[in-house]
């Protein structure tokens, strides 16, 4: 059995998420909760029901993508249980998990390529949370 990932994505993440269904067929069971055209739409209802399945433990991790990953980002950081991590390129993309212990990988559509993107989901994907010294501070988190 594949692991399950939630994924969300407004109109600027339509291609990508796509892209990254296509990419992890085999590997993962993906709960789609991104609309699938270009006509604009409101990001947080895409974010919401991810970090819903994320906090709740119906998947193993989220992903969110729109064009500037701040929006979505932001609106997931408002639950509890959720430590989104906006991540621009691989370097951040490895700290996030490592140190921030992440659950949610927020991708900026329109300022990577999709071969970019990609490098940065499986740097994400491929990290271990470190723990220790981090632990103390990722406790701190929740209000």
Same mark, same amino acid.
Not at 34 to 49: N, W
Not at 69 to 93: D, F, P, S, Y
């Given at each position: 059995? /594949?692991?399950?990932?939630?994924?969300? %994505?407004? =109109?600027? +993440?339509?291609?990508?998420?796509?892209?990254?269904?296509? &990419?992890? @067929?085999?590997?993962?069971?993906?709960?789609?909760?991104?609309?699938?055209?270009?006509?604009?739409?409101?990001?947080?209802?895409?974010?919401?029901?991810?970090?819903?399945?994320?906090?709740?433990?119906?998947?193993?991790?989220?992903?969110?993508?729109?064009?500037?990953? /701040?929006?979505?980002?932001?609106?997931? %950081?408002? =639950?509890? +249980?959720?430590?989104?991590?906006?991540?621009?390129?691989? &370097?951040? @993309?490895?700290?996030?998990?490592?140190?921030?212990?992440?659950?949610?990988?927020?991708?900026?559509?329109?300022?990577?390529?999709?071969?970019?993107?990609?490098?940065?989901?499986?740097?994400?994907?491929?990290?271990?949370?470190?723990?220790?010294?981090?632990?103390?501070?990722?406790?701190?988190?929740?209000?």
């Amino acid at each position: 059995m /594949n692991i399950k990932v939630s994924i969300g %994505n407004d =109109h600027a +993440g339509t291609d990508l998420k796509k892209r990254i269904l296509q &990419e992890y @067929a085999d590997t993962y069971d993906f709960v789609n909760h991104g609309t699938d055209g270009s006509t604009s739409v409101d990001y947080p209802d895409y974010v919401h029901p991810v970090a819903r399945d994320v906090e709740s433990g119906k998947v193993s991790f989220g992903i969110l993508i729109c064009g500037s990953a /701040n929006g979505v980002c932001m609106t997931a %950081n408002k =639950h509890q +249980g959720i430590r989104a991590g906006l991540a621009w390129n691989t &370097e951040v @993309a490895a700290l996030i998990k490592q140190h921030n212990n992440a659950n949610i990988i927020c991708i900026p559509a329109r300022f990577l390529s999709e071969e970019e993107a990609l490098k940065v989901l499986k740097t994400y994907i491929d990290e271990i949370y470190e723990g220790g010294r981090h632990q103390l501070r990722v406790d701190k988190i929740p209000c």
